[in-house]
Each structure stands twice: as structure tokens, then as C-alpha cells.
């Protein structure tokens, strides 16, 4: 089984409607992170949290919220999607014992119409 | 990230060698990265560089970091079609990554 698994792995939505993508993880990571990767640009962290009370905002957080329901569950929501959130999302952990690199989930395509 | 920068498209034929450049701007970055990503998969870590580190191989990457010049490479030996890919240069920022663009990598026969 994987690691960090995402879902749903595709999602076509419209615009405005509320769209939540989750994200779990067997790890045993305290940290946790959502990065959305459009081409050309990289990937551009949106929020992420070193612990279940933790919530930080990263570069890009407008327009997103997120929820960190236990140490091992970290979810995205988009309140009213737009079509400039359209996009590829992954979400990755890391160890504050080991700081070395972070693990990454196979992604969520989502495209807003 | 617009701190890192790479260069987005790299052509190399099977067999050659691949270099990928990566310059980064933080100079208190402890950690360099190369991550891969497949077609249709997320990104996977290949190698990283402590900061105070000049060169790291292992197999057939190679990893040369020049602090003075904020210069990271990446050369794969003998490339191979498996290795056709999105490559992401990434640094460490108050335990967070800051990622490149990504270069596409288009290995020919």
C-alpha cells in the first residue's frame, strides 16, 4: 500500500461549487503539506501544517482552506472553485525528526469548467 | 518558486550523459533536492545534498553543489528512456522546499 494516498484522483467540477481533496498518510509523519504544480511553474506551496494544531499559510493560500482532522489526515478545500485553480495537487509529509526530504502523494488532477 | 531557477527542456540521446542545472538563491538552505516526476505520477525524492557537501554520487547521478555560485547539478551517466521525466531542484526553507520549475528531460533512441 502507499504511503501518502490522495483522493479522489481525478475530479471535473464547475464553477463555484465547494470541492474538498484529502489526503492520508501511514507514515507516522508529523508534517504535513498541499503543493499545486501547474506547468511551467514548478510547485508552489498552498498551506501546511507541523502538527494537528498547527496550520500555516504558504505562498499561495487565497482562495483555499484546509483541515488537519488527525496527525495522519490533512484535506483541501476549495469553497467556490474558479477555473485558475484548475490544476494538478499533491500533498506531501515530512519528519521533524528527519528533516531531510519530503514524501509525496501521486496527486489530484482537478479541473474546474 | 521564482528563487530556484532551471532550465525548462533538456534533449539527450540514450546512452549520453544528462546534466540539469539548478540555481538557487538562499544561502542558508540545508538540504538541495532532485526530485523526479513520471507521467502521471508524483514526485519522487532521487537524491539530496547537505549544504556543506561539494559533490554526491550515487550509482549513476551525480550531484555537484557550488555554494559561492548557488549552483546545483545533477548528471545522470548513461541515460537510459527510463529516464525521461520531469527533474524539480528544490532547497529547504525554514523546513519548507522551494521548488524549480522542473526540466523536462526527452531521452532519443
Known amino acids: 500500500d502507499a504511503d501518502v494516498t490522495q483522493t479522489p484522483r481525478n475530479r471535473i467540477t464547475k464553477t463555484g461549487k465547494r470541492i474538498m481533496l484529502e489526503c492520508s498518510q501511514t507514515?507516522?509523519?508529523?508534517?504535513m503539506y498541499w503543493y499545486r504544480q501547474d506547468p511551467g511553474l514548478g510547485l508552489r506551496l498552498i498551506y501546511y501544517?507541523?502538527?494537528?494544531?498547527?496550520?500555516n499559510k504558504g505562498e499561495i493560500s487565497d482562495g483555499y482552506s484546509v483541515s488537519r482532522q488527525a496527525q495522519a489526515k490533512f484535506s483541501l478545500s476549495l469553497e467556490s472553485a474558479i477555473p485558475n485553480q484548475t490544476a494538478l495537487y499533491f500533498c506531501?509529509?515530512?519528519?521533524?525528526?528527519?528533516?531531510?526530504?519530503?514524501?509525496f502523494g501521486p496527486g489530484t488532477r482537478l479541473t474546474v469548467t | 518558486g521564482e528563487d530556484v531557477e532551471q532550465s525548462l527542456f533538456l534533449s539527450v540521446r540514450e546512452g549520453d550523459s544528462s546534466v540539469i542545472n539548478c540555481t538557487y538563491t538562499?544561502?542558508?538552505?540545508?538540504?538541495l533536492y532532485w526530485y523526479k516526476q513520471e507521467p502521471g505520477a508524483g514526485l519522487q525524492l532521487l537524491t539530496y545534498?547537505?549544504?556543506?557537501?561539494d559533490m554526491k554520487q550515487d550509482q549513476r547521478l551525480t550531484v555537484l553543489l557550488n555554494k559561492k555560485d548557488k549552483h546545483l547539478s545533477l548528471r545522470i551517466a548513461d541515460t537510459q528512456t527510463g529516464d525521461s521525466a520531469i527533474y524539480f531542484c528544490?532547497?529547504?526553507?525554514?523546513?519548507?522546499?522551494?521548488f524549480g520549475a522542473g526540466t523536462t528531460v526527452t531521452v532519443r533512441a
Open positions: 506531501a509529509t515530512s519528519d521533524s525528526r528527519d528533516t531531510r526530504s519530503q514524501y
Open positions: 507514515k507516522g509523519h508529523d508534517r
Open positions: 528544490a532547497e529547504s526553507r525554514d523546513y519548507k522546499l522551494s
Open positions: 545534498i547537505f549544504s556543506n557537501m
Open positions: 501544517s507541523f502538527d494537528v494544531k498547527d496550520i
Open positions: 538562499d544561502s542558508s538552505s540545508t538540504y
